[in-house]
């Protein structure tokens, strides 16, 4: 499984956004679908995450100002991002967790995508 991230980029502050994720390659199963973000000297961080049903969760963080939505047939992740701030500044990688034809669930994660965000 192979993933591969777009939609990152400079923008400014209150400024939107809108990141993409698709999976490709021999897909068995795709369950959740996730976005993080690692700021420089910081840790890697959970921004956003959806079930393969559907139901989210956010750090409070982006909470009100994020939304992460996914198509499953796509096998696509989406993270909206708006009103964005100079702190929402990092590398945003998309992480899987699925299986592939051997059928053994694994995490997966995408090359990232530099979002900056300007005052």
């Known amino acids: 499984v192979q993933l591969q991230a777009s939609g990152g980029g400079l923008v400014q502050a209150g400024g939107s956004l809108r990141l993409s994720c698709a999976a490709s390659?021999?897909?068995?199963?795709?369950?959740?679908m996730n976005w993080y973000r690692q700021a420089p000297g910081k840790q890697r961080e959970l921004v956003a995450a959806i079930t393969r049903g559907g139901n989210t969760n956010y750090a409070d963080s982006v909470k009100g100002r994020f939304t992460i939505s996914r198509d499953n047939a796509k096998n696509t992740v989406y993270l909206q991002m708006n009103s964005l701030k100079p702190e929402d500044t990092a590398v945003y990688y998309c992480?899987?967790?699925?299986?592939?034809?051997?059928?053994?669930?694994?995490?997966?994660w995408g090359q990232g995508t530099q979002v900056t965000v300007s005052n």
């Open positions: 992480n899987v967790v699925g299986s592939d034809s051997s059928r053994i669930s694994r995490s997966y």
């Open positions: 390659g021999i897909i068995f199963s795709i369950n959740g």
